[in-house]
């Protein structure tokens, strides 16, 4: 079984900073893909940024320029840096993964999500 935690979320003020990161944890053979969804109230869940096995990365329009996506595979632990947040990035924030099991299967899973507030 695997589970994937986040942390790093909280309140922060406009134009402020954070660091979210999602740890993978259980037995599994590697991490493919990581992604990073956010889900704000009455909105239907979006994906953020994504980096893959071969450490490309992808992001929203919305968030180009000020979110940086990055992994680390020895400690298979994904981190999010948000600069220059702005009210409108409130959201709960989901980490996503693909996971190659044991059994040699490509499964996803979910984290638990970690909220980000971003009000003066």
């Known amino acids: 079984q695997v589970q994937l935690v986040e942390s790093g979320g909280g309140l922060v003020q406009p134009g402020g900073s954070l660091r979210l990161s999602c740890a993978a944890s259980g037995t599994f053979f590697s991490v493919y893909n990581w992604n990073w969804y956010r889900q704000a109230p009455g909105n239907r869940r979006e994906l953020v940024a994504s980096?893959?096995?071969?450490?490309?990365?992808n992001y929203a329009d919305s968030v180009k320029g000020r979110f940086t996506i990055s992994r680390d595979n020895v400690k298979n632990t994904m981190y999010l840096q948000m600069n220059g947040l702005r009210p409108e990035d409130t959201a709960a924030y989901y980490c996503n993964a693909d996971v190659m099991t044991i059994s040699r299967r490509l499964n996803n899973y979910w984290g638990q999500g970690t909220q980000v507030t971003v009000s003066s």
């Open positions: 980096i893959f096995s071969g450490e490309s990365t």
